[in-house]
Each structure stands twice: as C-alpha cells, then as structure tokens.
C-alpha cells in the first residue's frame, strides 16, 4: 500500500515487528524520465518489512538497475533492508558521518563486544541486551561498509522533479541527515523531528556531544522554510515550531532533572542510577517493571544529559575502570 503524498513522491509505511514504533515512512521517489528513482529509508531485515518494502518496489516499477538508496540515519528500522541487498549492487548512501561510526565500530570483534562495553561505561549491572530482539539482530554486521557512499552536508539529489540538498541534521545519530528543497519547501527529515515521539538521544562517543548537536541541529531546522515536512515515523502534520520549542522545554526539563537527582546523591552515580531515578513516560511507573530493552534505552538518554552537563562543567565525571560515574560539581562523591 503507497500514497502519493506529493507529486512523485510515494509514502510507503513499512511495518516494524515487535517494535513499538509499529512502522517506518519510506518515501520512494520517482524519478522523471531518464532519472534514476530513489528510494528514502527502508525498514528491518525482517520479512514483515520485506514484504511491505519490495511490494511497492514492484507496484511502483523500482527495480535496482533504475533506482538508487539513501538512509537517512544508521539506526536499523531505516537502514537494515538496504544493508540486505547489498549484493545487487545498487547505489546506497549514509551520512558520511554514520558510515564512519559504522567503519570504527567494526572495528570491535563483534556486536556483542559492543554491548558488553557500552553496558559497562553505563554501569548496567549486566549486559541487558537480548541479542535476538530485532533491534540487535539487525544492528549492520560490518563486511562491506567500503561500498556505502557517505554523503557529506550540500550534496545534491536531483530526483522527480525535486533538487534535494544533504543537511547534517546530527544528534539522532552523529550523522544523521536530510534531504531539502529550498525551492519547494520540501524536507525529508527522517527521526530528526517526530510529531508525538521525541526522537531517542543516546551516548554515542566521548567526542561527540549528542544531545548538544542534537539541539543545534533543531534551531537549524527551526531557520528552514519548510511547507511540506516529510519525517521517518507517523503523521507528517504537526506545527513545526511548536513542536521544535516544545522539544527544546523537553530537554531542558530532563537537564535540570538530572541536576537535581546529581544534587540529592551522597555518592557519585552511574548513567544507570540516575536513569533509575528520572521521570519517563511509559506506562509501567516502576523501573524495575521495565523491559530490558527500555533500561537500556533509557540509560544511554540519561547518558547523553550527563555528558551535555558534564562538557559545559555542570556536573563532574570520573572514569572508575570502564564506568563512567558523575556527581554534583557541589562535590559529592
Ligand atoms: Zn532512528
């Protein structure tokens, strides 16, 4: 099932199983005549995905020789499929930035390893990662990083009628990116801007500030004429700038939050304490009833406001082996 949702431009919800954001928008692009198509985002390696994806391809007549793919973020919901037919051969583009996270991590032995490290530097008392849950499952093995072509910020897509503009929009993810026509006030923006989920800022690396980017890249996107918002999850029609201003409350709520619990400790904490002790919004209100999955995002949320506070001297952080643990800059310890 397809939408044309603005001319040549094909909305595709591609279902995601046993996630509970259900589905991902994939926008498939027609190209005009001469023109090859492109495809924006894709789904999990899973055949509920599959079925949805490649069915369009089909009614849509996107074959791999007349189309070419594009990711808007490394995250596996948008980017799995794509990884998947690799072995076709066609054209698949990422972020450069997201291919270079991709390129360093697999230089770990293996996605396990990956895990077992993060869940130490966020001090989870194990490793609370089902390594078949889809999420894991379709996390990129890393054999042929070489062939996806990094886009770097201003490239340009000319595509059905549309002259698309890369933007960096990182924080998401360290090189998230999307896709703007100035001219026609369109932008592709992927998790970048979500209507009623505020799209997941974790820990990524020590250098990269994820949840400051995170906010430049939205004052960015504030300063965009756009008309028609095209984003990666649910409805496309929600006040931009409302939802901008409110996300910026959002996250400077969750700071002073994070301030406060620091502040009330007689010990320094770990990003897994403190996650234990903020206020999130899902149904079950006790920490010990959440799932696994959700400690573990939660904890890398929680990480990515420790860091943000750390590198501007609000809080402080100490290195104990591999756990990063922090405290009031009042001084407890
Ligand atoms: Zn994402």
Redesign the pocket.
Known sequence: MYQEVLPNIYLINVPLPESPLKSVNTYFIKGLEGQKNLIVDSGFNEPASKAAFFEAMVSLDFSYANTDFLAT?L?S??FAIMRAIEDRRPKIYLGRYDKAHLTQRSEMNSTSDYFAFTAKLYGLPEVLVDEDAPFVRNTPTENSIERIIGVNAGDVFEVGGYSFEAVLFEG??PGHIGLYDKEKKVLLC??HLLGNIS??ITYWKDNFDSLGSYLSSLSMLNQLDVEHLLC?HRSNDFDIKARIAELFDHHTERLSEVVDILAASKKSMTSYEVAAKMTWSVREDMWEKYSDQQKWFATGEAMAHLEYLYKRGRVEKDMVGFTARYCSTAGNK
């Open positions: 973020h995250h919901d948008h998401h993810t992927g998790d799209s997941n990666g």
